[in-house]
């Protein structure tokens, strides 16, 4: 079962404009999220998180929101960037720990002229 | 500082053979955690390690697959005999401490990755 969903496989968005990758969870007692990045033959990176306890985290132009009572979360990019064209990946921590990471299926992000 | 290095980068295996990939982990890190990346399942936790002791391999597969921590710089997963659905990229992260907490920005730290393909 996948207590992370990430229902949309890719996302196509013109240079400027905003992205908006969604994240489902299943598992109430999921505490900290967090988006990890993927580039082409490279391992995720860290990109941005969020307590359970706050609904907004924001940093430059990424921006996390939570939704807890729908159990969704999303990833703003404003404005996109070619750079930002990458495989993006929705995690859940039980506890706020490392051992306890679950993630999505990823969204893949192209970002075009 | 050097990141997380895995090899072999790439893998192309028969069916049948056993394939070891391996890890060095970031030097000073004491949790070790092992990775599949699927289309169907995206990242999937294997195993993880702290301190070089298995902690939760509830998610490797099936007896086939095998894991270990040595040393603290170095830890194998090992498929054997290997079939054409073990086909994935397996990668390889860690972090500083047992459930590094990573709400504070701290994270776990991933490795480039072992591209094995059984055919």
């Known amino acids: 079962d996948q207590q992370v969903k990430q229902n949309s496989p890719s996302l196509s968005v013109q240079e400027g404009r905003i992205s908006i990758l969604n994240c489902d969870y299943t598992n109430s007692m999921f505490d900290y999220f967090l988006w990890y990045k993927k580039y082409p033959a490279e391992g995720p990176t860290f990109l941005i998180s969020i307590s359970s306890i706050k609904d907004k985290n924001e940093d430059g132009r990424f921006t996390v929101f939570l939704n807890k009572s729908a159990k969704h979360l999303s990833l703003h990019i404003v404005p996109s960037q070619p750079g930002d064209s990458a495989v993006y990946f929705c995690a859940a921590s039980l506890t706020g720990t490392a051992s306890k990471l679950t993630f999505g299926t990823g969204t893949r992000l192209q970002v075009t002229l | 500082d050097a990141g997380v290095i895995q090899s072999p980068r790439h893998e192309v295996t028969e069916m049948g053979q056993e394939v070891t990939l391996r890890c060095k982990p970031i030097s000073g890190h004491n949790s070790l955690f092992w990775y599949r990346q699927t289309m169907m399942r995206g990242l999937e936790l294997l195993i993880y390690f702290n301190n070089n002791v298995p902690i939760d391999d509830s998610g490797m597969p099936e007896d086939r697959f095998s894991a270990k921590m040595p040393n603290a710089s170095f830890s194998t997963l090992k498929i054997q005999p290997s079939e054409p659905r073990d086909s994935a990229v397996y990668f390889c992260?860690?972090?500083?401490?047992?459930?590094?907490?990573?709400?504070?920005?701290?994270?776990?730290?991933f490795g480039e990755g072992s591209w094995l393909t059984v055919v």
């Open positions: 992260a860690s972090s500083p401490g047992q459930g590094a907490f990573v709400g504070s920005g701290n994270t776990i730290y």
